[in-house]
């Protein structure tokens, strides 16, 4: 309103002088060209500030998130991860960590759903079932989650293009791993499989397989095939169409269990010497994958060698390999605890998490799991915020999924 009245007060002293005609007209022509033009910038700068104020308005209130956002350095998810975080009892917390079992070949349902109502498990893991029973198993377990006033769950599975059909019927036919062909292919059956298990209600994939097709007793046509110069490219692209569907992807078994002899399903399993699977793993980790599962491997002759530890166990090869030496800043989740592998060591599951593992996978006893990481962090302060480093990882991950 300032800036209008010396624009009128200029026009009022121009009309009074004593100009001739012709002067006075190109005075006037000239102060209505400059008002005119003083008007339009007005108008434009105005313009220009409305983008750039609306945009800031809707990031600084942002509401949800998704997975490409989970290593983003994004302020407001940090806050939201904090906030979360702090809002939870110690009980609540340490269930974050834990993954039970069920389906055909997991725990009873009715322990299962006892666990998720107590607040013991942070998620389960579905080992077989029809797409419908599937479906309808996870709509109950949300229903517990609900009535019981606790986070929704991480809800995975074994949905390798090898080993989904034999995990979950009622879907489409995949190939073999070792069938893909090319990075486009390995990209789009990700990204199929992904939209497969998420319309059944799955948020987690425990896939790709990263190995070298070398061991014919658990691993051969899982892997991608016998050019090991092309997996990385086939693993990377997997877990792009995976994720990108807003399901996690599970670059596993680290640091590799596809150069070596025998099934960790069965007995310990070593790697001896170089550990040549590595360069993998570190693609999938370029690639942006949020969670790598650690398998039940020995490492001998080497300078990450685990003493005699499976993998899981060896804070040398979690933390000291994977955390620090390969940047990895996701989920560490384990293989399944109730393997072969682990038969000769007590408490392996605590054993894991002191190790480095974010979350523990078929711990046989979640009770008595949950109890020792409740007594843990109440003895060791260090461990406290090693566990409480990994809670707020996977509470990133569900926020991320738009479970909380």
Same mark, same amino acid.
Do not use: W
């Given at each position: 309103?300032?800036?209008?009245?010396?624009?009128?007060?200029?026009?009022?002293?121009?009309?009074?002088?004593?100009?001739?005609?012709?002067?006075?007209?190109?005075?006037?022509?000239?102060?209505?060209?400059?008002?005119?033009?003083?008007?339009?910038?007005?108008?434009?700068?105005?313009?220009?500030?409305?983008?750039?104020?609306?945009?800031?308005?809707?990031?600084?209130?942002?509401?949800?998130?998704?997975?490409?956002?989970?290593?983003?350095?994004?302020?407001?998810?940090?806050?939201?991860?904090?906030?979360?975080?702090?809002?939870?009892?110690?009980?609540?917390?340490?269930?974050?960590?834990?993954?039970?079992?069920?389906?055909?070949?997991?725990?009873?349902?009715?322990?299962?759903?006892?666990?998720?109502?107590?607040?013991?498990?942070?998620?389960?893991?579905?080992?077989? !079932?029809?797409?419908?029973?599937?479906?309808?198993?996870?709509?109950?377990?949300?229903?517990?989650?609900?009535?019981?006033?606790?986070?929704?769950?991480?809800?995975?599975?074994?949905?390798?293009?090898?080993?989904?059909?034999?995990?979950?019927?009622?879907?489409?036919?995949?190939?073999?791993?070792?069938?893909?062909?090319?990075?486009?292919?390995?990209?789009?059956?990700?990204?199929?499989?992904?939209?497969?298990?998420?319309?059944?209600?799955?948020?987690?994939?425990?896939?790709?397989? #990263?190995?070298?097709?070398?061991?014919?007793?658990?691993?051969?046509?899982?892997?991608?095939?016998?050019?090991?110069?092309?997996?990385?490219?086939?693993?990377?692209?997997?877990?792009?169409?995976?994720?990108?569907?807003?399901?996690?992807?599970?670059?596993?078994?680290?640091?590799?269990? !596809?150069?070596?002899?025998?099934?960790?399903?069965?007995?310990?399993?070593?790697?001896?010497?170089?550990?040549?699977?590595?360069?993998?793993?570190?693609?999938?980790?370029?690639?942006?994958?949020?969670?790598?599962?650690?398998?039940?491997?020995?490492?001998?002759?080497?300078?990450?060698?685990?003493?005699?530890?499976?993998?899981?166990?060896?804070?040398?090869?979690?933390?000291?390999?994977?955390?620090?030496?390969?940047?990895?800043?996701?989920?560490?989740?384990?293989?399944?605890?109730?393997?072969?592998?682990?038969?000769?060591?007590?408490?392996?599951?605590?054993?894991?998490?002191?190790?480095? #593992?974010?979350?523990?996978?078929?711990?046989?006893?979640?009770?008595?799991?949950?109890?020792?990481?409740?007594?843990?962090?109440?003895?060791?302060?260090?461990?406290?915020?090693?566990?409480?480093?990994?809670?707020?990882?996977?509470?990133?991950?569900?926020?991320?999924?738009?479970?909380?």
């Amino acid at each position: 309103m300032e800036l209008f009245n010396i624009i009128i007060f200029g026009m009022r002293k121009i009309y009074h002088l004593k100009l001739p005609v012709e002067r006075f007209n190109f005075v006037f022509d000239t102060s209505l060209m400059f008002i005119f033009s003083l008007i339009i910038f007005l108008l434009i700068a105005t313009d220009l500030r409305v983008p750039r104020t609306v945009p800031c308005v809707i990031v600084n209130n942002r509401s949800s998130f998704n997975l490409n956002d989970y290593y983003s350095n994004l302020p407001e998810l940090d806050a939201r991860t904090d906030s979360v975080f702090k809002s939870l009892t110690d009980h609540q917390r340490i269930s974050q960590l834990i993954m039970t079992s069920a389906g055909k070949k997991g725990k009873p349902f009715s322990i299962v759903r006892d666990l998720v109502n107590d607040g013991v498990t942070g998620g389960v893991l579905f080992l077989g !079932g029809s797409s419908g029973k599937l479906s309808q198993r996870i709509n109950e377990l949300k229903d517990v989650v609900t009535s019981s006033g606790n986070l929704h769950l991480l809800i995975s599975s074994d949905a390798e293009p090898s080993l989904i059909n034999r995990r979950i019927s009622g879907i489409s036919q995949f190939k073999n791993t070792n069938e893909i062909h090319s990075v486009i292919e390995a990209y789009k059956i990700g990204s199929k499989i992904a939209g497969e298990i998420k319309a059944i209600g799955f948020n987690y994939n425990f896939a790709p397989v #990263c190995d070298f097709p070398f061991n014919r007793e658990i691993i051969g046509n899982r892997s991608f095939g016998g050019d090991i110069d092309s997996i990385p490219k086939f693993v990377s692209a997997f877990i792009k169409g995976t994720q990108e569907n807003n399901i996690i992807a599970t670059a596993k078994h680290f640091p590799g269990h !596809g150069n070596i002899t025998g099934d960790s399903h069965k007995q310990l399993v070593t790697i001896s010497g170089e550990m040549k699977e590595l360069e993998v793993f570190r693609s999938a980790i370029d690639a942006g994958v949020i969670s790598v599962m650690v398998g039940h491997i020995r490492v001998s002759d080497n300078d990450y060698s685990t003493d005699g530890l499976p993998s899981t166990l060896s804070k040398r090869i979690v933390s000291d390999l994977l955390r620090d030496s390969l940047e990895f800043r996701g989920i560490i989740v384990t293989d399944a605890m109730n393997m072969g592998a682990l038969r000769e060591f007590p408490n392996a599951s605590l054993e894991a998490v002191r190790a480095g #593992c974010d979350l523990i996978i078929m711990p046989p006893d979640e009770r008595k799991l949950h109890s020792q990481i409740i007594e843990l962090i109440s003895s060791d302060e260090n461990y406290k915020q090693q566990v409480f480093a990994s809670v707020k990882r996977i509470l990133r991950a569900k926020i991320c999924l738009g479970l909380i």
